[in-house]
């Protein structure tokens, strides 16, 4: 037997790939193909071994799958059941068995059964010794942010109209870091009068106080740079291009430290700088628990922001003229007072109209304010009177002045030192400007909490300015670099009127230009007109 082995035709392409042009088309009928770019790689010519993990040679267009099994998707519905039993965790050292109560789980749940009236009576109690614990301690015995009130947004203190644009945006960490040498100042101009200090407020003590008077019968002036009629005439008789209250410097001096929103009114008329407020503006108020770590609520009971701000503001004018000696041998008077009236009681104070010169073109007159006259070492020198005021015992982080103002004063201060940084930093500041001897500090409570309006001296210290700078570490050198700062950014704009706005929610001020007439008070008929209108 034998086999015979024929084989098959081999179609030879001498000229190139693929068949030859004597195969007919139909043989390629219903035969896979895999379409192959000349920038693909190519792995291999044939692989037996290959998986369904795609190798770094595949890409999308995988030519083994036009070739590759391809499942019908048939048996989608069918699911492999695991019937082995669930593995046991594994335990070490010896295994130990409990076995259940079924008597005591019986019992216990009965107890609870009956005990759930008492359980409501021990809940009720723990909910009033939390109540009294809140209002014997406030909220400082409260835990980290359990209960804690959201702080709302704050207010800007002038609304930002649609013709105000900025000019400048600048943030506290670059203001902290301007610096210019501190001037030595010299008097120009001194008018008003000065009696001697009192010393009664020395002797006051927390437990045997003296109680504050109340100065209405006396008017005291507040009145802005540009109304002032001697900065009038020292414009016209002086070099100086830059003009202010020691009031107004202070806040820019301090407002790295400031928390609330305040504005000043700047204007350039003729080449010359004004520092100006606003009348009712912040700047004019004295703030309380500003850059404490709860801030007044701003609302209308008599503890607000604005309601104790206005009670500072009244008790420092009030005991800056009870602690005088009005002696009329031992006045001192200077040129007349230029705010007061024939009809009104001025307030024995000294205004100490006086130059700056920073160099360059930098020359200042600042209108800066003196209390009174006391002795030190047999020196006559001129005292600046201020008061910090406790309206409420339970909120304050010192605690209660009449227990602890005698024995702890250092920490009564520090506390202070902490809640009214800014308030400090600018009293600090207004003592520099003026060049007084001694600063004579007042610590003032309320008779009762809920009674704003009378008071009780519990001690007064004396500071010199230079342990003040210390206490509120102060560096007058940048606050210079500040007030340089702004000046520079007003002189490369034209003549007209420019607002310092502090950001009420932000660390940072911006500098708007505004209208000639941004601030000019509109008359009551046109108000009503424009209301009808609307």
Same mark, same amino acid.
């Given at each position: 037997?034998?086999?015979?082995?024929?084989?098959?035709?081999?179609?030879?392409?001498?000229?190139?790939?693929?068949?030859?042009?004597?195969?007919?088309?139909?043989?390629?009928?219903?035969?896979?193909?895999?379409?192959?770019?000349?920038?693909?790689?190519?792995?291999?010519?044939?692989?037996?071994?290959?998986?369904?993990?795609?190798?770094?040679?595949?890409?999308?267009?995988?030519?083994?799958?036009?070739?590759?099994?391809?499942?019908?998707?048939?048996?989608?519905?069918?699911?492999?059941?695991?019937?082995?039993?669930?593995?046991?965790?594994?335990?070490?050292?010896?295994?130990?068995?409990?076995?259940?109560?079924?008597?005591?789980?019986?019992?216990?749940?009965?107890?609870?059964?009956?005990?759930?009236?008492?359980?409501?009576? #021990?809940?009720?109690?723990?909910?009033?010794?939390?109540?009294?614990?809140?209002?014997?301690?406030?909220?400082?015995?409260?835990?980290?942010?359990?209960?804690?009130?959201?702080?709302?947004?704050?207010?800007?203190?002038?609304?930002?109209? =649609?013709?105000?644009?900025?000019?400048?945006?600048?943030?506290?960490?670059?203001?902290?870091?301007?610096?210019?040498?501190?001037?030595?100042?010299?008097?120009?101009?001194?008018?008003?009068?000065?009696?001697?200090?009192?010393?009664?407020?020395?002797?006051?003590?927390?437990?045997?106080?003296?109680?504050?008077?109340?100065?209405?019968?006396? $008017?005291?002036?507040?009145?802005?740079?540009?109304?002032?009629?001697?900065?009038?005439?020292?414009?016209?008789?002086?070099?100086?291009?830059?003009?202010?209250?020691?009031?107004?410097?202070?806040?820019?001096?301090?407002?790295?430290?400031?928390?609330?929103?305040?504005?000043?009114?700047?204007?350039?008329?003729?080449?010359?700088?004004?520092?100006?407020?606003?009348?009712?503006?912040? #700047?004019?108020?004295?703030?309380?628990?500003?850059?404490?770590?709860?801030?007044?609520?701003?609302?209308? $009971?008599?503890?607000?922001?604005?309601?104790?701000?206005?009670?500072?503001?009244?008790?420092?004018?009030?005991?800056?003229?009870?602690?005088?000696?009005?002696?009329?041998?031992?006045?001192?008077?200077?040129?007349?007072?230029?705010?007061?009236?024939?009809?009104?009681?001025? =307030?024995?104070?000294?205004?100490?109209?006086?130059?700056?010169?920073?160099?360059?073109?930098?020359?200042?007159?600042?209108?800066?304010?003196?209390?009174?006259?006391?002795?030190?070492?047999?020196?006559?020198?001129?005292?600046?009177?201020?008061?910090?005021?406790?309206?409420?015992?339970?909120? $304050?982080?010192?605690?209660?002045?009449?227990?602890?103002?005698?024995?702890?004063?250092?920490? #009564?201060?520090?506390?202070?030192?902490?809640?009214?940084?800014?308030?400090?930093?600018?009293?600090?500041?207004?003592?520099?400007?003026?060049?007084?001897?001694?600063?004579?500090?007042?610590? #003032?409570?309320?008779?009762?909490?809920?009674?704003?309006?009378?008071?009780?001296?519990?001690?007064?210290?004396?500071?010199?300015?230079?342990?003040?700078?210390?206490?509120?570490?102060?560096?007058?050198?940048?606050?210079?670099?500040?007030?340089?700062?702004?000046?520079?950014?007003?002189?490369?704009?034209?003549?007209?009127?420019?607002?310092?706005?502090?950001?009420?929610?932000?660390?940072?001020?911006?500098?708007?230009?505004?209208?000639?007439?941004?601030?000019?008070?509109?008359?009551?008929?046109?108000?009503?007109?424009?209301?009808?209108?609307?």
């Amino acid at each position: 037997f034998t086999m015979c082995f024929r084989l098959p035709l081999v179609e030879s392409n001498p000229t190139g790939w693929g068949p030859t042009g004597g195969v007919p088309a139909e043989n390629f009928n219903n035969i896979p193909y895999a379409p192959f770019g000349k920038a693909d790689r190519l792995g291999r010519a044939a692989d037996w071994s290959a998986t369904a993990r795609p190798s770094r040679y595949q890409n999308s267009g995988n030519l083994s799958m036009a070739f590759g099994y391809t499942h019908d998707g048939q048996d989608d519905t069918f699911q492999l059941v695991d019937s082995r039993p669930a593995q046991r965790p594994q335990h070490f050292g010896p295994r130990r068995h409990y076995p259940t109560n079924h008597r005591r789980d019986s019992r216990l749940k009965t107890a609870n059964q009956l005990n759930a009236g008492a359980q409501r009576s #021990v809940q009720r109690e723990l909910d009033q010794a939390r109540r009294r614990n809140a209002k014997r301690f406030g909220k400082n015995d409260r835990t980290w942010g359990q209960d804690r009130v959201q702080q709302k947004p704050r207010e800007a203190s002038v609304d930002v109209r =649609a013709d105000w644009h900025v000019l400048q945006q600048l943030n506290f960490p670059l203001l902290q870091k301007l610096q210019a040498p501190a001037p030595c100042g010299e008097d120009v101009y001194v008018a008003g009068c000065l009696y001697p200090y009192n010393r009664i407020g020395e002797k006051c003590t927390a437990k045997n106080g003296r109680r504050l008077e109340r100065m209405e019968h006396i $008017s005291f002036y507040n009145v802005t740079t540009s109304d002032d009629p001697v900065i009038d005439k020292l414009a016209n008789e002086t070099d100086a291009q830059i003009f202010a209250t020691d009031q107004v410097l202070a806040v820019l001096m301090a407002c790295p430290r400031s928390v609330y929103s305040w504005d000043i009114v700047v204007t350039k008329r003729d080449g010359k700088i004004y520092f100006d407020k606003r009348d009712g503006s912040p #700047v004019e108020f004295l703030t309380v628990n500003e850059t404490a770590n709860e801030t007044p609520p701003n609302d209308n $009971s008599i503890n607000s922001c604005t309601s104790l701000a206005q009670e500072a503001t009244c008790i420092n004018q009030n005991i800056s003229q009870q602690l005088l000696q009005r002696d009329e041998a031992n006045k001192k008077e200077f040129e007349g007072n230029p705010f007061a009236s024939e009809e009104e009681t001025a =307030a024995a104070r000294a205004y100490r109209y006086r130059k700056f010169e920073l160099g360059e073109g930098y020359n200042f007159i600042v209108r800066t304010e003196v209390d009174g006259t006391a002795q030190d070492k047999g020196v006559d020198k001129y005292i600046s009177v201020r008061a910090l005021n406790e309206f409420d015992s339970k909120i $304050s982080s010192a605690g209660d002045w009449r227990t602890k103002l005698d024995s702890q004063k250092g920490a #009564v201060l520090a506390a202070e030192l902490k809640n009214n940084s800014s308030k400090l930093a600018r009293w600090t500041a207004q003592s520099i400007l003026a060049d007084v001897g001694l600063v004579k500090l007042a610590f #003032v409570s309320r008779v009762h909490p809920r009674d704003p309006y009378n008071h009780i001296i519990l001690n007064v210290q004396s500071f010199k300015p230079s342990e003040m700078l210390q206490q509120t570490n102060l560096n007058m050198d940048n606050c210079w670099g500040i007030i340089k700062g702004f000046v520079d950014l007003i002189r490369k704009e034209e003549d007209g009127k420019f607002v310092i706005l502090k950001d009420p929610n932000k660390p940072l001020i911006r500098l708007y230009t505004v209208p000639e007439n941004a601030f000019d008070q509109v008359p009551e008929h046109e108000e009503e007109e424009d209301m009808m209108e609307d």
